[in-house]
């Protein structure tokens, strides 16, 4: 028979292919098979439908069973013989199914029984068996290739089985507040991705109801997250029904067990407690999984991060990502808190403490070309940032033992930077720790890692290398009519084959999905119970896995070694992150405390998923950085009013704001004029602190040097003189007084004019002092009859007439020779040199103003 006649699933032949859509009909699908694992005492039952997609219709349709009496041998052999290029088994099952005539389009269901003990398997092993319809004229309608594990009468090998479930997403924010899109808000609704991953790995029913107090929970851990507990120990119908929620309850103690807590958080790395340590002591146990399968989560604490900003406040969503041109600004829809990501997070909080949890590094950063491009103190950041993501998303800390890289692989500058973090177990995939050329089978999951510089006698680093084949068909696509059951038939046997190897020894297989693994929950759910079910599974907790003694090593795995560099992130798109660092930087520089808040935005723009999504990763990237350069200006400098010296020196007030919501900045002030020749500035306070939202003002002194106007720039720095805005402010000075050599002229001229005319004023003041004593002396002298008044026989009165007249006329005339000497008021002689003084100065008493003067007297 050729693979023409018997198509092949996608499930088992295109590994990650996307679900088939459900109006695309396959002739057969097989929807169970039961038991898993079968033997000589069970009876095999393939459940399923026949499907007529051909235009006519078909007659006597059977479903039928084609097997092989002979197992496998080798693993390889499973894929061959899914692909359809192997050998065709041709013995047939005893029994058919009858379904009937089929109109176009019609179905019919069928269920094919076969008693095992009818077949004639030969021994433990996997067979190949083919489930095919056929129609009344032997020609075959659809087929489905699938794998029937055996068990037989001997005893069943076994192997452990150790399990890391991913809880890991594609980084969908730029900056703090701005997701590139609605995935992780829908991949953690109640049906969502990495909801049905927390559910099938918690192995109990969660409830994604939310809650009234789920965000101011979240809220208060995210405000203080180191003085937040982790969350008490779920109870019973909160764990699993019926399961009791502590280790030492009525199923874990009495039947003379170890308690799980004890031996299994000191493998993982805990400190053991004291010998002498009674069961009454204060110390406290750990949560811890009580029944189930155990399972290791491997979170990427970028991803928790997301999800606990979609939970906290309101946030916004880029429009139409793939049609934003480079360097534009993006479209953006405000969403509100989200209520499904609040829900998660309680669950997630609830349930991931039972097991071990294991953090990858900050949004799976690209460590290997970070170290690669002279950038390790972002590679450093990646693993310190996350530590304290889990602990502020999760309430917990993630084991500081472990290391996950990115995609489970590593170099050497990779693997001493993880180990100089404290890491001492490795998660890796097979391609790192390739298998030895000389070994035919799967060898053991741990092996020893090289001793790094520095390290202690008593360390000892292993690595987890996960089973690539395994990986592979946990990753079968398994959303498409009976693609779950087939996958879960492939899971068994591929086991089936592992377990039944000849490799001497314990063994254990670790089964590590795809970081972005998204199976049916069907499937999830099924392959963990399957590891407690198949007779060749034993469930291993990863804590527990140590290396074998050193004497019972064996070679299996060669050295570390590093796929081709050029699936990195490129050196060109790092290059264009490192402008983004240099602006995050010097916002950095001014920062009091160390603080470094846009370090996740950063590490999510060096993610390993940019790699081959540069159009994405360049919104994202001018998101990040318009966010920064936003930043750096909310700390800046209050324009003012130019400034006026009215005289040589003055002093002007600068204000400085910050209007930055959380960080508290330190800077220095710093103010320069254009031309010091003119204008000088003294000393002020070049460096102060500002808390969030607050403003001071500096006050710098100024001193002029010659009027006009000159111009200040002041910018705000970090320590090492590096401006923090994008320009320097301007403060126009004008300088419009005198100065001090101009008032000293003006004072000594103002002092000789006093010193000029005090004399003269003095001897004016003299003098009519003595005018006004001569005056009252005469007026005290005179007796009434003397006075020349002629009132009553109608003389002129106080000089009038005309011998006043004359007398007036004579008072004024020149002195000449003989002429009688002219007199003053007082009667005393009076010179011509006096008398030219006189006519100079005015009258003190104008006539009208003061009193009248009196007329002379008789010569």
Do not use: C
Not at 187 to 205: F, H, K, M, P, W
Not at 279 to 300: K, L, S
Not at 633 to 656: F, H, K, N
Not at 787 to 793: A, V, Y
């Amino acid at each position: 028979m050729t693979a023409a006649l018997f198509p092949i699933p996608a499930a088992l032949s295109s590994v990650g292919a996307a679900p088939q859509a459900e109006d695309t009909a396959e002739p057969l699908v097989v929807e169970r098979i039961t038991p898993d694992a079968v033997d000589d005492d069970s009876t095999l039952r393939v459940v399923g439908r026949v499907t007529n997609t051909t235009g006519t219709e078909l007659d006597d349709v059977t479903v039928r069973l084609r097997y092989s009496r002979h197992p496998f041998t080798e693993r390889d052999e499973l894929d061959e013989f899914a692909s359809g290029s192997g050998w065709q088994p041709n013995a047939e099952g005893p029994e058919e199914a009858d379904v009937g005539a089929l109109e176009p389009e019609q179905d019919g269901d069928y269920t094919l029984s076969t008693p095992i003990e009818e077949l004639g398997l030969s021994g433990y092993g996997v067979y190949p068996m083919v489930i095919e319809a056929v129609d009344g004229d032997g020609e075959v309608v659809g087929a489905q290739y699938t794998f029937l594990p055996y068990t037989g009468d001997d005893d069943v090998p076994s192997v452990d089985i150790a399990w890391v479930w991913p809880l890991v997403a594609d980084p969908q924010r730029a900056d703090d507040d701005t997701f590139l899109s609605t995935r992780i808000p829908e991949e953690v609704a109640a049906d969502g991705r990495l909801s049905r991953l927390l559910a099938a790995g918690a192995q109990t029913t969660l409830s994604f109801d939310a809650g009234e107090d789920d965000l101011a929970e979240l809220l208060e851990l995210e405000e203080d997250p180191e003085e937040t507990p982790i969350p008490d120990e779920p109870t019973a119908e909160e764990t699993a029904e019926g399961a009791p929620s502590d280790g030492a309850d009525e199923e874990g103690g009495q039947d003379g067990t170890e308690e799980p807590a004890d031996g299994e958080e000191t493998a993982a790395g805990d400190q053991p407690a004291a010998e002498d340590e009674e069961p009454g002591d204060d110390a406290e146990e750990e949560p811890t999984r009580t029944e189930g399968v155990p399972v290791t989560w491997a979170v990427d604490p970028g991803t928790m991060d997301d999800i606990l900003r979609l939970a906290s406040d309101e946030y916004s969503v880029v429009q139409d990502l793939e049609e934003v041109p480079a360097g534009s600004e993006p479209a953006l829809e405000e969403f509100e808190a989200d209520t499904a990501a609040q829900v998660w997070l309680r669950e997630a909080r609830r349930v991931l403490p039972l097991d071990t949890v294991v953090a990858t590094p900050y949004a799976s950063a690209d460590l290997a070309a970070l170290l690669h491009n002279d950038m390790g103190s972002d590679a450093e950041a990646a693993v310190r940032v996350a530590r304290e993501a889990v602990q502020r998303a999760l309430a917990m800390e993630a084991d500081g033992t472990y290391a996950a890289p990115p995609g489970g692989v590593m170099d050497e500058s990779v693997y001493e930077l993880l180990a100089e973090s404290g890491a001492e177990r490795f998660v890796l995939r097979e391609p790192t720790l390739p298998v030895a050329d000389w070994l035919s089978t799967t060898p053991t999951a741990q092996t020893p890692l090289p001793a790094v510089e520095g390290d202690e006698e008593d360390v000892e680093r292993v690595g987890l290398v996960s089973d690539d084949g395994l990986t592979e068909v946990l990753s079968a696509p398994t959303g498409g009519p009976g693609q779950t059951a087939l996958a879960l038939q492939r899971f068994a046997a591929e086991t089936a084959m592992i377990a039944g190897e000849n490799a001497g020894g314990d063994r254990v297989v670790v089964a590590s999905p795809e970081s972005r693994w998204d199976p049916d929950p069907a499937f999830a759910s099924g392959v963990l119970d399957a590891s407690e079910e198949l007779p060749w599974l034993s469930p291993e907790r990863l804590d527990d896995v140590e290396l074998a003694d050193e004497s019972e090593r064996e070679d299996t795995r060669r050295g570390l070694t590093y796929p081709d560099a050029e699936d990195e992130l490129s050196s060109t798109y790092l290059g264009r992150v490192e402008d983004v660092n240099q602006d995050v930087r010097l916002f950095n520089s001014v920062l009091v405390g160390g603080e470094d808040p846009f370090r996740p935005a950063v590490l999510r723009l060096e993610s390993t998923y940019w790699r081959d999504r540069e159009a994405p990763a360049s919104v994202a990237r001018f998101l990040v950085l318009s966010t920064v350069q936003d930043h750096r200006e909310d700390v800046r400098i209050i324009p003012g009013e130019p400034v006026t010296l009215a005289s040589r020196t003055g002093i002007t007030g600068i204000l400085v704001a910050n209007d930055l919501e959380k960080e508290t900045v330190y800077v220095h002030l710093s103010v320069f004029s254009d031309n010091s020749e003119r204008l000088s500035i003294g000393e002020y306070t070049q460096h102060f602190e500002i808390e969030p939202g607050a403003k001071t003002t500096v006050y710098v002194p100024l001193s002029a040097r010659i009027n006009g106007r000159t111009e200040l720039y002041v910018s705000l720095q970090n320590a090492e003189g590096e401006p923090i805005s994008s320009q320097d402010t301007v403060i126009p000075v004008n300088a419009t007084g005198l100065g001090t050599q101009a008032l000293l002229i003006s004072g000594i001229g103002l002092l000789i004019l006093v010193a000029a005319l005090a004399p003269r004023a003095l001897r004016k003041w003299a003098r009519r002092q003595a005018a006004r004593a001569a005056e009252e002396e005469a007026g005290t002298d005179e007796g009434p009859g003397d006075r020349t008044d002629t009132d009553e026989d109608g003389g002129d009165r106080d000089g009038g007439g005309a011998a006043a007249t004359t007398d007036s006329d004579d008072a004024t005339a020149d002195p000449v020779d003989g002429a009688p000497p002219r007199t003053g008021d007082d009667g005393t002689e009076r010179s011509a040199a006096a008398d030219a003084e006189d006519a100079s100065d005015p009258d003190p008493h104008p006539r009208g103003d003061g009193p009248a003067r009196k007329p002379d007297g008789p010569r």
